[in-house]
């Protein structure tokens, strides 16, 4: 009787195990001044495995929930960089920041007063 207690809680316990470690929930930093950047930032997490995404004007703070078995957050990051956006971990290309509409230039303190 204790033997088959035990074998059902250890599969209980590896069945919670295995649900929890199929999500990863962590945030980064990500520039951008408006809700259009948000827009962009969070249409650029649309990546098989990004469970959710969301950005935060203010903050500067990018939520991500993602399975790690589909996706890395340094493929994530990449994307982020593709669509124009630095994050704290690297710059977006040159060419993505000047591809951004004028009013997301987040780089020009100008811009970035004005929002």
């Known amino acids: ?7 059902i809680t250890l599969s209980l316990i590896g069945f919670s195990f ?12 990500v ?5 259009m950047c948000k827009s962009v930032i969070e249409e650029a997490c649309e990546l098989d495995g990004v469970e959710t995404a969301s950005w935060d004007v203010e ?3 990018l ?3 993602f399975d790690p078995a589909e996706v ?9 960089n593709e669509s124009g956006y630095d994050t ?12 951004l509409h004028a009013c997301c230039h987040y780089r020009d303190p100008e811009v970035q007063a004005n929002h």
């Open 1 to 7: 009787m204790n033997i088959s207690k035990l074998s």
């Open 59 to 61: 903050s500067k703070v």
């Open 63 to 65: 939520a991500l929930s």
């Open 88 to 99: 704290e971990y690297s710059t977006a290309p040159e060419e993505a920041y000047e591809a």
């Open 31 to 35: 520039n951008g001044v408006c809700e």
């Open 72 to 80: 890395t957050l340094e493929l994530i990051n990449t994307a982020i």
């Open 18 to 29: 295995f649900s929890s470690a199929q999500t990863q929930d962590t945030t980064i930093i």
